[in-house]
């Protein structure tokens, strides 16, 4: 019983010597890669392992595509009003508006006034400011996002119906 359970076996006859020589290099290449053998159940948990974080990644990399997509995107839109603002010098008209509940009040030229209520002018809100923009540019906002655009007079069709279509409210009437 001195020996070892390989040099029992061989001496039992139930192992020959080859076999013995074989398990012995086999065990001392293990030893020096250090390398186990796997288990059956450890390299499924570990494909299973790989396959959520893979999952977890790719969510995670669809999630800032989307960041950086909404980013360039108000980027473009902030670019969009600052280069297509309109200077409002001698602005001496006061043009009342809403932004949310509160009322503002925008101070504009006579011109500007005038295209503003018949729509080819509107009003949009940049950083903490608002600027006057051209009708087409407000449309391409109000498209992208449409809480930019405070005030973007649109004409109305004519009813035939219309019992007071011969008593026009003017537009710039200020009460």
Not at 68 to 89: F, G, H, P, T, Y
Not at 95 to 108: E, Q
Request: proline content about 5%.
């Amino acid at each position: 019983m001195a020996g070892s359970l390989q040099d029992q076996l061989v001496k039992a006859g139930l192992a020959t010597e080859q076999q013995a020589r074989s398990t012995k290099s086999k065990k001392r290449k293990q030893k020096r890669s250090g390398a186990q053998p796997p288990d059956v159940a450890q390299r499924q948990q570990a494909a299973e392992a790989a396959a959520e974080k893979r999952k977890r990644d790719q969510e995670l990399n669809r999630q800032r595509d989307e960041e950086a997509k909404r980013k360039a995107e108000q980027i473009a839109l902030w670019q969009l009003v600052r280069d297509n603002r309109i200077a409002r010098s001698a602005a001496d008209t006061p043009y009342n508006f809403t932004d949310g509940k509160a009322l503002k009040r925008l101070y504009v030229s006579a011109a500007h006034h005038r295209d503003l209520v018949a729509g080819s002018l509107a009003i949009v809100r940049h950083d903490d400011f608002y600027e006057l923009v051209p009708a087409a540019v407000a449309e391409r906002l109000a498209s992208a996002e449409p809480s930019l655009v405070l005030v973007h007079n649109q004409p109305e069709p004519e009813d035939g119906d219309d019992e007071y279509a011969d008593f026009k409210v003017p537009d710039d009437l200020m009460w």
